[in-house]
């Protein structure tokens, strides 16, 4: 049975990589800080996976799994230097510290003369992770094992659909290993940053060009995520389903897909009904009240995701673009704008800057827009009516 190494055993790696590759027959090597979570892999070789629907529920288990502590520098690199395929889903701000372990995998394939190939799939929340993480690996290796690396190493990006709330205190009490998500299971990868063939994975769909479909989940899927955690959050909603069953809000998070979808079809030539039935699949998603997942998270790192580019800024630019007056787009960066959770660092520091600065220079310096142009008007005329009574009697 092969083996592949799966770095950050979360939501993403645990709730979704570590089922279509054990359903892909391998071998699963997690490596996490979590030693808790590492010792239970250990002692049972497997894992819960509990499959939710509003109508159904399903638990699969996933085995055989293994746990390694990232602090067991060599037994990492030995699993690394071993495996045909890799993933990580450890979070963007980790990748520094994960990059050194697979320099040193590399330099002992070279030495050892692998012939097989080592493809990572990069699950990374960030532009181009993989180009990122390639060159943070470049950074500790020689030349000739910067020229192994690019001949058999592939790093592909991948778009990660899959909605996996964080487990709650009560199901880590339980099993520390369990995880609930939803039963999708698609992953598409970058196909031209694949190193040899692709081998059979469940659930793998390997496309070229990529970027359409990184922007097709960043400004419908997170752009919905977001709108109906900023816009749930002014209306005192804890949960999505909720924010999204709002007749004040629904209206709003339709429109504003809307809008997006005209926006990628100008940039990207996607085909319009092709978006317009992916956004059709997304409502039963969206709303699925078994995933119970929390408006705080949906908002939570406001000052990230009212990024110029980002699922808010950069669709209503993509609007703009296709000629398209972003009238629903601009309610969610409002919403974002004034999303003040106490337990948000992110969210604290923004509502400290508004105040400071005073909110016409804090959305030119965090989402790049001019108060005075349409989409400054339109965000600033929306903030003001958020903060009066009564705003979502009439939102457009």
Same mark, same amino acid.
């Given at each position: 049975?092969?083996?592949?190494?799966?770095?950050?055993? $979360?939501?993403?790696?645990?709730?979704?990589?570590?089922?279509?590759?054990?359903?892909? $027959?391998?071998?699963?090597?997690?490596?996490?800080?979590?030693?808790?979570?590492?010792?239970?892999? %250990?002692?049972?070789?497997?894992?819960?996976?509990?499959?939710?629907? %509003?109508?159904?529920?399903?638990?699969?288990?996933? $085995?055989?799994?293994?746990?390694?502590?990232?602090?067991?520098? &060599?037994?990492?690199?030995?699993?690394?230097?071993?495996?045909?395929?890799?993933?990580?889903?450890?979070?963007?701000?980790?990748? !520094?510290?994960?990059? /050194?372990?697979?320099?040193?995998?590399?330099?002992?394939?070279?030495?050892?003369?692998?012939?097989?190939?080592?493809?990572?799939?990069?699950? &990374?929340?960030?532009?181009?992770?993989?180009?990122?993480?390639?060159?943070?690996?470049?950074?500790?290796?020689?030349?000739?094992?910067?020229?192994?690396?690019?001949?058999?190493?592939?790093?592909?990006?991948?778009?990660?659909?899959?909605?996996?709330?964080?487990?709650?205190?009560?199901?880590?009490?339980?099993?520390?290993?369990?995880?609930?998500?939803? !039963?999708? @299971?698609?992953?598409?990868?970058?196909?031209?940053?694949?190193?040899?063939?692709?081998?059979?994975?469940?659930?793998?769909?390997?496309?070229?060009?990529?970027?359409?479909?990184?922007?097709? @989940?960043?400004?419908?899927? %997170?752009?919905?995520?977001?709108?109906?955690?900023?816009?749930?959050?002014?209306?005192?909603?804890?949960?999505?389903?909720?924010?999204?069953?709002? /007749?004040?809000?629904?209206?709003?998070?339709?429109?504003?897909?809307?809008?997006?979808?005209?926006?990628?079809?100008?940039?990207?030539?996607?085909?319009?009904?092709?978006?317009?039935?992916?956004?059709?699949?997304?409502?039963?998603?969206?709303?699925?009240?078994?995933?119970?997942?929390?408006?705080?998270?949906?908002?939570?790192?406001?000052?990230? @995701?009212?990024?110029?580019?980002?699922?808010?800024?950069?669709?209503?630019?993509?609007? &703009?673009?296709? $000629?398209?007056?972003?009238? %629903?787009?601009?309610?969610?960066?409002?919403?974002?704008?004034?999303?003040?959770?106490?337990?948000?660092?992110?969210?604290?520091?923004?509502?400290?800057?508004?105040?400071?600065?005073?909110?016409?220079?804090?959305?030119?310096?965090?989402?790049?827009?001019?108060?005075?142009?349409?989409?400054?008007?339109?965000?600033?005329?929306?903030?003001?009516?958020?903060?009066?009574?009564?705003?979502?009697?009439?939102?457009?």
């Amino acid at each position: 049975m092969a083996l592949a190494v799966i770095l950050g055993a $979360g939501s993403v790696g645990r709730g979704f990589l570590g089922q279509l590759l054990s359903e892909s $027959g391998y071998e699963i090597a997690f490596v996490d800080i979590d030693a808790p979570l590492v010792a239970a892999f %250990n002692a049972r070789g497997s894992y819960r996976i509990h499959l939710v629907e %509003n109508d159904r529920r399903e638990t699969v288990t996933v $085995g055989p799994v293994r746990g390694l502590l990232s602090g067991d520098a &060599e037994a990492v690199v030995a699993a690394l230097a071993e495996a045909p395929l890799a993933a990580t889903a450890v979070g963007a701000r980790a990748l !520094p510290h994960i990059a /050194p372990l697979i320099a040193r995998a590399v330099e002992r394939r070279r030495v050892a003369g692998a012939a097989q190939p080592l493809n990572l799939i990069v699950c &990374e929340n960030l532009p181009d992770a993989a180009a990122t993480l390639r060159g943070l690996i470049e950074a500790h290796l020689d030349a000739q094992g910067r020229a192994f690396l690019h001949a058999q190493v592939g790093l592909a990006n991948a778009v990660i659909a899959r909605m996996v709330p964080e487990p709650t205190p009560a199901l880590r009490a339980q099993d520390v290993s369990a995880i609930i998500t939803e !039963p999708y @299971k698609e992953l598409p990868v970058d196909a031209a940053a694949w190193a040899g063939p692709l081998p059979p994975i469940v659930g793998l769909q390997p496309v070229a060009p990529f970027a359409p479909y990184i922007a097709r @989940k960043l400004y419908l899927h %997170n752009a919905a995520h977001a709108l109906m955690g900023y816009l749930g959050y002014q209306r005192d909603h804890a949960l999505g389903y909720e924010a999204l069953a709002d /007749p004040a809000i629904r209206p709003l998070v339709e429109g504003a897909l809307d809008e997006a979808v005209q926006g990628l079809v100008a940039r990207h030539g996607l085909n319009a009904a092709d978006l317009r039935a992916h956004v059709a699949s997304l409502w039963p998603r969206l709303a699925n009240r078994a995933l119970a997942d929390p408006v705080r998270r949906l908002a939570r790192d406001p000052l990230r @995701k009212l990024a110029p580019g980002d699922r808010l800024v950069g669709a209503a630019r993509l609007a &703009e673009g296709a $000629g398209i007056t972003p009238l %629903n787009l601009a309610w969610g960066i409002a919403a974002a704008l004034a999303y003040d959770d106490a337990e948000d660092a992110a969210a604290l520091e923004l509502q400290a800057r508004i105040a400071q600065e005073g909110i016409e220079a804090v959305l030119a310096a965090v989402c790049d827009i001019a108060p005075q142009e349409p989409l400054g008007a339109l965000v600033l005329e929306r903030y003001e009516r958020l903060h009066q009574d009564g705003w979502e009697q009439d939102p457009c």
